[in-house]
């Protein structure tokens, strides 16, 4: 089994809050924003650490990823081209075959009830493509 530099003691919430305290500045704070809207809209979200470092939040499959870059919070969507979007909020990786995008730059504020709309699309939609068998 491979060391992953002591973080394989760690929970993958753990080294969320830890990203968030390291980061320091205006990202943090919208990481950890964007992240309380996720566990308001779904209590029972899954948080899990990939990809050397992105939070992800999953229900019954994957919800989002939560990438901070130098001047950008990315929230990509992992089924964000099959959510109805009537707030037109994804404002990044549009032209994807599966994939949506929220880009939030500096002083930009999230519209909180949209995002949890999405949250809650996104996980109905991975529901429902595990129970394509049964008929609601």
């Not at 002591?6 to 980061?23: A, C, H, M």
């Not at 994957?62 to 990315?74: A, L, P, R």
């Amino acid at each position: 089994m491979e060391e992953q530099s002591g973080n394989d003691t760690k929970s993958p919430s753990q080294l969320i809050d830890e990203r968030i305290e390291e980061l320091g500045d205006w990202r943090g704070k919208m990481l950890l924003k964007v992240r309380n809207l996720i566990r308001q809209a779904d209590p029972e979200v899954v948080e899990e650490w990939k990809w050397r470092g992105t939070p992800v939040w999953s229900h019954d499959g994957m919800i989002c990823t939560g990438e901070t870059y130098k001047n950008i919070v990315k929230l990509t969507f992992a089924k964000g081209a099959s959510l109805e979007d009537p707030s037109h909020i994804f404002n990044s990786s549009l032209d994807g075959n599966a994939r949506r995008a929220i880009d939030i730059h500096e002083g930009e504020e999230v519209d909180e009830e949209a995002f949890k709309t999405l949250i809650h699309a996104a996980i109905a939609l991975n529901q429902s493509s595990r129970k394509t068998s049964r008929k609601g």
